[in-house]
């Protein structure tokens, strides 16, 4: 009765925690920037089916900003699909926080969905070891809602391996099931990410090789269906949205990045990268000792050896024939770990279960437990407000829209009557918070009226050096946003020559490391203000009073904290008043 209380907790747990995240870090970084202006094009402005081409180049952010290389629409355009009838609903809906929580569920889903599988492959205490392994993880947790390409793929390529496990079914189940599997993969690899085709040759080549598919009545036809739904779908939509006929993102990604080797210009990893450092990270466990027994226990005990090594094979394989790629990322093997944490979970299960029968099981089942615990409270407590003060470019345009806002500060800007207010966002801002979905709408008309009592906004986001070296391109700006060093240049390019007088009205703050505070030395107020904005005023002085006696009675004054510096000024133009 216990455990199944403690499962159905869990599996709430999963998609609550994913939602945590997501509402206590709602904005984006430049890596997730494509899909989320789709996203906002298509919601803003629709799919045009007249004048196509001119009205996806006026509007589309992509042919502004097209990055190095095409990305898919499909994800976008499904997401978009998704949120409408939650806008018809309520106009006034956080439309980039609603994107980004269907696509967090619709990964908790795949999560829950694995989590079931293994429970009736390999038990119910599996499965809830399996969801504290998961729900200790910082990186999926985070990342289930955020707009890569990766994590489009992550829900698909978690369902596959759900198919995979070895479930008591009878064997035509089965091969139903792997041949869903292989179409998941290869579907995930052709619209998404191009690395899946190797994932997809590991599990297939496994597969085949244990005897639990053939060629002709599964691998073939699974292929071919996967190709065909895959190509179809992606040559369709990002041919009309691209308007290049016929486009293939991921295959024109695969070109520049791994024919040409272009990936590495964005730094390189020695080969053992994915197995010392990203999958460690990834499995987030402050003891790496934890998961490194409970896989050893699995593959070394009979009764978990095989399923055991069912999850692991492929997908370490798949690990280290990628590993021959010099730039990694940890989010390109990211769907390897459910199967990874399966593994440890069994191991894990195996110990629990046995913890009567020795005193080294019971030792080793308690340490398992309380490290996993000590994982979670990290990453819920700890990484989560770190990461989440890493988005000073979205603080930045809020505090300068709340000086701009006429409701909210009719005194600070007497230029307020100006039709259009211009601002230039930095790179930094633009790399770190700010969408479309946080810019205000511009004006449809070129023209506005001048006793418009609403303010016209216009954002630039040059990016040539050459014509940022001249005082009058900072002339016509209202509001600048940009990083303190290039905020300090521009104020001496522009004083120096009388062009423009400014003022700071806001300077945001990001993570810039942790200290060890000494007895005696006071704390900041970033715990306050994380504790605070997820729970209520109360709670957290309740932290606050609470940190302060665990430094007097237990730490004798020591206390790890966040360190911030200012990563961002917010400049207005003083125009003669």
Request: aromatic share 12%; glycine share 4%; net charge positive.
């Amino acid at each position: 009765m216990a455990r199944d209380v403690i499962y159905v907790l869990l599996l709430v747990a999963i998609p609550a925690l994913i939602l945590l995240h997501l509402a206590v870090a709602p904005y984006t970084k430049v890596e997730e920037s494509f899909h989320v202006q789709a996203i906002h094009d298509i919601l803003s402005y629709g799919v045009p089916t007249r004048n196509v081409s001119e009205t996806l180049r006026a509007n589309y952010d992509h042919f502004a900003f097209p990055g190095a290389v095409p990305r898919t629409f499909v994800g976008a355009l499904v997401l978009s699909g998704l949120s409408q009838p939650f806008i018809w609903l309520s106009d006034k809906v956080d439309r980039q926080f609603l994107a980004r929580a269907i696509l967090g569920l619709f990964n908790a889903a795949s999560l829950l969905s694995f989590a079931s599988g293994l429970r009736r492959t390999a038990g119910k205490t599996t499965a809830v070891w399996y969801l504290l392994l998961q729900a200790s993880q910082f990186h999926v947790l985070f990342y289930a809602s955020r707009t890569l390409s990766n994590m489009f793929a992550f829900g698909l390529t978690t369902l596959a391996l759900r198919y995979l496990l070895p479930e008591p079914v009878s064997p035509e189940v089965y091969k139903k099931r792997s041949r869903l599997s292989l179409f998941l993969l290869t579907v995930a690899g052709i619209i998404f990410r191009s690395e899946l085709a190797i994932f997809l040759a590991t599990n297939t080549l496994f597969l085949f090789a244990t005897k639990r598919i053939t060629i002709q009545r599964e691998i073939i036809p699974a292929g071919i269906l996967g190709l065909l739904v895959g190509l179809a779908s992606t040559v369709l939509v990002d041919s009309f949205f691209w308007q290049q006929f016929p486009l293939w993102p991921e295959l024109a990604a695969f070109k520049f990045n791994v024919i040409s080797g272009q990936a590495s210009a964005w730094g390189t990893d020695p080969w053992h990268f994915y197995f010392t450092s990203a999958i460690p990270r990834i499995l987030s466990n402050p003891v790496p000792v934890v998961d490194i027994v409970g896989i050893a226990v699995a593959l070394y005990q009979p009764a978990t050896r095989s399923l055991a090594a069912y999850a692991l094979i492929p997908s370490l394989l798949f690990i280290a024939i990628y590993s021959a790629q010099p730039h990694k990322e940890w989010r390109f093997i990211i769907y390897t770990i459910p199967a990874i944490t399966s593994a440890s979970a069994l191991g894990a299960s195996y110990i629990w279960t046995h913890r009567a029968k020795s005193l080294l099981y019971q030792l080793f089942s308690l340490f398992i437990l309380a490290s996993t615990l000590l994982s979670f409270a990290l990453s819920t407590f700890v990484q989560l407000p770190i990461s989440s003060t890493n988005y000073p470019g979205a603080n930045a345009l809020h505090a300068l829209h709340s000086h701009a806002n006429p409701n909210l500060n009719p005194n600070l800007n007497p230029n307020l009557n100006t039709p259009v207010i211009s601002v230039y966002l930095g790179n930094l801002a633009c790399q770190t918070g700010v969408t479309r979905f946080l810019q205000h709408p511009s004006s449809t008309s070129p023209n506005p009226p001048a006793d418009s009592p609403i303010p016209v906004w216009k954002y630039d986001k040059t990016e040539d050096e050459a014509t940022k070296s001249s005082p009058s391109f900072w002339s016509q700006f209202d509001y600048l946003v940009l990083e303190p060093d290039e905020a300090a240049t521009v104020l001496a390019l522009t004083t120096s020559l009388n062009q423009n007088q400014w003022e700071d009205i806001d300077t945001v703050d990001g993570f810039s490391g942790v200290r060890i505070l000494r007895p005696g030395q006071p704390a900041g107020v970033l715990e306050e203000r994380f504790v605070r904005s997820i729970l209520s005023p109360k709670v957290a002085q309740v932290w606050m009073s609470g940190r302060e006696l665990f430094r007097k009675v237990v730490s004798r004054g020591l206390w790890v904290e966040l360190v911030m510096e200012p990563k961002i000024r917010v400049l207005r133009q003083v125009r003669g008043e």
